[in-house]
């Protein structure tokens, strides 16, 4: 039975919403807007909101005299590499934890998450000695293996609860059929755990995307991706407002557009199953 | 039923995950804490000697270490404060029949995707500049004197950004528990009658219990160790003003080469950081079982 909802109710709570959900997003939305205008504009008491003269060319600059698009890049590599590397790993222990669970199994999984909860300054001074005297500072491989190693747990968990709803049956049935270890991971498996992959690798890339604690640690030009890019803006002399705002919207608008799509998975993947 | 070929798959199957985690999570542990029993200055090499406890000797009585330590508490307090009575608010809001949700949606949850590096310098220049910023500006309007936030009150500063960033998450998770709650119970609540204040207080919050726990535990675990807030917008300071235990072990660090000092405060982080996880992973191993 649909419950009576009220027009005053409904006005009052739609009134109410937008204005919570304007409040909390404009930090951001001020930031795009700063973003098209002059300098001199981005300075101005008081502000100016809309009735500005719109231009592009900080974005122009932004790439012209600080090599954007090579941080874009670095931030891409570090972000699916360390995803692809994770997925590789990943995959065959949560099936296997997922279908052929053992007494330890439980165990295992609780470990596996208690990695995660170790805080990073915990190890970063041998982390940063290993990459120092192993000329892994400031290189794609350095860290896309440290990124990859933070966020296995994560990977491993999501993927292990979306495996285990993937009914047995399936595999019992296809197992009665004759197929093998191998077909019944490719032909069976596969095309049902698509979707809970998918959703695993977006809620990876996102993380990594906005990893800051080892990528401020350990990179500074070669392989330093967004994170460290926009740090720069911090020294005094970089504090071109326009410009940072130009930087951080081209910075974040990606992840923005993937994060919005992941918003379920997010749930599911930070809060390791426990709420659902 | 698992037949012996299967078990031994899985094991193998597993293995390359349990094997890098244990490295990734032992060797670098166990170099902190040897390092922790060194004396040993990057700017000093050939010079390290055993000295037992003394680097925890001096890394706990340092006046540094009861700041930073003060700073961390009230930093994850705050924002735990912040993101758990302001993300109930708002899912209950969000909870409401409004034209339009999956925009406000999208709206309340966009700051958890911005990377800390951008929010931090937003805020502090865009928003927090006491004569540029827009908080000057409005406060300006009501004939109130604009606040120099990042001179006068730093740390606060600071726990306003971060308590933005992780509104959105407390706000999805409790939204996400609340929409499970019985849409019965609900009715049968409001044909008795039942006042809202007493409705939420004891139906709907024994309801999101579970939720806040899981919110407070994974929260505190990512707050104890910000970082990026702190380096881009102060820096530590003024003084140790917002010197948080992270930060105080990267200075020590990476700042003061001190690699012997530096890592008697990571292992301080690890054994302070262990104490929520013990609570966290608890909680989702009872999940698992039921």
Same mark, same amino acid.
């Given at each position: 039975m649909a419950r009576r909802i009220s027009t005053t109710h409904r006005v009052t709570a739609t009134a109410a919403g937008w204005l919570v959900g304007f409040l909390i997003f404009f930090p951001i939305l001020w930031m795009v807007l700063t973003s098209f205008k002059t300098e001199l504009d981005a300075f101005s008491t008081p502000p100016q909101f809309l009735f500005f003269h719109w231009t592009t060319e900080n974005y122009a600059i932004v790439q012209e005299r600080s090599n954007y698009l090579h941080h874009a890049m670095n931030s891409i590599i570090l972000a699916f590499g360390s995803t692809a590397v994770a997925l590789v790993i990943a995959i065959p222990a949560a099936w296997s934890m997922a279908f052929a669970p053992t007494k330890r199994t439980r165990d295992t999984l609780l470990w596996m998450l208690s990695t995660k909860m170790m805080p990073p300054v915990g190890v970063l001074v041998p982390i940063y000695l290993l990459f120092r005297d192993g000329g892994l500072l400031d290189t794609h491989i350095g860290l896309i293996m440290v990124e990859f190693l933070a966020n296995l747990p994560i990977v491993v968990w999501m993927l292990y609860t979306y495996f285990k709803e993937i009914p047995k049956d399936i595999l019992e049935a296809a197992r009665m059929d004759g197929a093998t270890i191998g077909k019944e991971l490719i032909f069976v498996l596969a095309p049902m755990a698509v979707p809970g992959i998918a959703s695993t690798v977006l809620l990876n890339v996102i993380l990594a995307w906005n990893e800051a604690f080892w990528t401020l640690n350990l990179t500074?030009?070669? /392989? /330093?991706p967004l994170t460290t890019f926009i740090a720069s803006y911090s020294s005094p002399e970089g504090l071109f407002w326009a410009k940072l705002s130009a930087a951080s919207t081209l910075a974040i608008a990606p992840i923005l557009v993937l994060g919005w799509f992941s918003q379920k998975q997010l749930v599911r993947g930070l809060t390791f199953g426990a709420v659902k | 039923m698992a037949t012996q070929q299967t078990r031994t798959l899985g094991r193998v199957l597993l293995a390359p995950s349990v094997i890098l985690l244990f490295l990734w999570m032992i060797v670098p542990l166990g170099m902190t804490i040897w390092f922790s029993l060194l004396r040993y200055n990057l700017l000093d090499p050939g010079t390290e000697s055993f000295v037992g406890l003394l680097n925890y000797q001096y890394f706990l009585t340092d006046p540094a270490f009861f700041a930073a330590l003060a700073n961390t508490l009230i930093l994850v307090g705050s924002v735990l404060a912040i993101t758990v009575i302001g993300g109930i608010l708002i899912a209950l809001l969000m909870d409401q029949p409004i034209f339009g949700r999956g925009i406000v949606r999208l709206m309340v949850i966009a700051p958890f995707f911005v990377m800390p590096t951008v929010s931090a310098l937003v805020w502090k220049n865009l928003l927090m500049h006491p004569v540029s910023g827009l908080f000057a500006w409005v406060a300006g309007l009501f004939g109130l004197p604009a606040i120099d936030w990042f001179t006068n009150w730093p740390l606060l500063s600071i726990i306003l950004i971060v308590a933005w960033q992780w509104l959105p998450f407390a706000t999805l998770i409790l939204l996400t528990a609340l929409q499970s709650f019985d849409e019965e119970q609900k009715e049968a609540a409001e044909m008795d009658g039942t006042p809202a204040i007493s409705f939420f207080f004891l139906l709907v919050l024994p309801h999101l219990a579970r939720a806040i726990t899981v919110v407070i535990l994974i929260e505190t675990i990512f707050l104890l160790s910000v970082f990026a807030e702190i380096l881009v917008t102060t820096g530590g300071g003024?003084?140790?003003? *917002? *010197?948080?235990i992270a930060f105080l072990v990267y200075a020590q660090a990476l700042l003061q080469y001190d690699v012997g000092g530096a890592s008697a405060g990571g292992i301080v982080a690890v054994v302070l950081a262990n104490i929520v996880a013990i609570f966290l992973v608890r909680l989702v191993g009872k999940n698992l079982d039921a």
């Open positions: 500074t030009v070669d /392989a /330093a | 003024p003084g140790l003003a *917002t *010197t948080n």
